[in-house]
C-alpha cells in the first residue's frame, strides 16, 4: 500500500525506529542506506524554518509519538545527503495497539520547495471562492465574520465592510439563535455539519431558506482556530418542491374527476344497453371520445383547448370540412367543462352520423356560438338534412341524458334539444366564468370551479 502512494509515506515503531518506507520517501530522503542507524526519519538534518538545527528528538514523529496526538502541517527543512535543502510539511498519526497505547506512527510528508506553486496554488483556491455562485464566509470560534465573498454579498445583501467583524447571528433569526451555539459545539468537536437546511435573514429583513455546508478551520498544528460556511440559497428549489406539491395535488384532484366522468358514463350506459356486446360498444367509443379530450388538455399542458379545437377534435372522424360550419369567437374551455362539452359533442356527432345530418349525402351541421348580456354563454348545435332522415335517436337514450342533464349540471347550465322536420337542435346555455379557462395567480394553473355536481 506505501509502495503505490505517490507522495512520500513512512511508519515508525514508538522507539522512532524506521520499519516501513515507500519509494517516494527513499527518493525524498535521497537515499536509503543508512537508515538502520536513523531515528524518527530518513533525513541527514533536520533544521526549523529560521534554519536552526532541530534536533531528531524535537521532530514531529517524535512529538507525536511522545504526546499521542497527531501533528499535522508543520513545517521543517531536511538537508539531504548531497547537502540539499528541502523544505516541507510533516503530517503524523499515532498508531496504537489493541491496548490503546502507541505503538508508532505514520508520517506523510509534503514538499514544499516550489514557492512559486504554492503562491499559484493559493490564488487560484483564492480565485475560486471570489468566483463561486455560492457565499463562502469563515468566523472565528467566537462566531465573528472575518472574510466574506462576493457571493456573500449577492445571497445576504450586506457587503463585506457591513459585514466582517460582526458575529455572524445577524444574520439568525431570533427563534432560531441557538442554531449557532450548536453549530460551534460541533465544531469544535471537529465535525463537519453537511447540507444543513434552515432560514437565515437578507439585509432587507425578508428570511430565506439556505443549504449550509460547515468545516472547521485548522492550523498548521491540527488545532481549529476557526470555522468554515458554504451558504446556498435554496429559495428556488423550494418554490419548485411547493409547486410539484400543488400540481401532484392538482393531477390527484383531475384524476378523480376523470374517473368520477367514466363512472357515470358506465353507469348510465349499462342501464340503456340491450346486451353487454352493445355496453362494450357504446363504453369504448365513449370513453376513446374522452379520450380526445384528454389528448387536447395534455398538448395545452391542462390549461384548456379552445371550443374550435374541441369541437375538431370529435367531428373529424365523421365528417368532410365541407358538411361542418363552425362560427363564433375564441374561448378557452377549462379542463372540467372542455370534458364535459366533449361528451355533448361525441353523442351529437355519434347521432347525427346514425340517424342525422351525416347519415344522409347533403347534410350539414352548424355550430355557433357567442357571448350575450352578463357573460352569458350561448351555443347551438343545428343540423339540416336536405333528404329524409334515417330514423331518431331515443328520447330516454344516453345521448338524450348528456345533452339535457348530465353537461348542463357540469357546468351549472341549462341543454334543450328540439326535434325538428330537418334534424335536430341543440341549444346549451351557461355562465361564461363556469366554462372559461382563468390563469390561476400563483401556479398558472387553470382553475377547477365550478365542481361537477354529478349526473
Known sequence: MLEALPIPVYTTDREGRILAFNAAARELWGGATELDAMRWSGFRRLRHPNGRTMPPDDSAMALAIREGRPIHGVEAIAERPDGQQVPFLAFVTPLRDDAGGVAGAV??????????????????????????????????LGGIVQTWNESAQRVFGYSPEEIVGQPITILIPPERQH??????????????????????????????????????????????????KIARDITQQKESEQLIHALMREVNHRVKNQFAVILSMVRETRSRASDPAEFEVQVRERIMALARSHDLLVKGEWRGATLFELLLAHLEIFASQERVRLAGPTIVLQPMALQYIGMAFHELATNAAK?????????????????????????????????????????????????????????????????????????????????????????????????????
Open 107 to 140: 508520517n506523510v510528508l509534503i514538499e514544499t520547495s516550489s514557492t512559486e506553486a504554492a503562491q499559484q496554488a493559493q490564488h487560484h483556491l483564492a480565485a475560486i471562492v471570489a468566483s463561486s455562485h455560492d457565499a463562502i464566509v469563515s468566523k472565528d
Open 179 to 228: 442554531e449557532e451555539v450548536e453549530i460551534l459545539r460541533r465544531i469544535r468537536a471537529g465535525e463537519v455539519v453537511d447540507h444543513f437546511e434552515t432560514v437565515r435573514v437578507h439585509r432587507d429583513g425578508r428570511r430565506m431558506p439556505v443549504s449550509l455546508t460547515i468545516s472547521p478551520i485548522r492550523a498548521n498544528d491540527g488545532s481549529i482556530i476557526g470555522v468554515s
Open 355 to 455: 340517424y342525422g345530418a351525416l347519415a344522409p349525402p347533403g347534410g350539414t351541421i352548424d355550430v355557433s356560438w357567442s357571448i350575450g348580456p352578463e357573460r352569458q354563454f350561448i351555443l347551438t348545435w343545428t343540423e339540416s338534412v336536405s333528404g329524409p332522415a334515417l330514423g331518431e335517436a331515443k328520447s330516454n337514450g344516453f345521448g338524450t341524458v348528456v345533452l339535457e342533464r348530465v353537461t348542463p349540471s357540469a357546468i351549472a347550465g341549462t341543454g334543450r334539444i328540439d326535434y325538428r322536420a330537418d334534424g335536430i337542435r341543440w341549444i346549451l346555455s351557461a355562465p361564461l366564468d363556469s366554462i372559461e379557462a382563468q390563469q390561476d395567480a400563483d401556479f398558472g394553473l387553470p382553475r377547477m370551479e365550478p365542481k361537477s355536481s354529478g349526473s
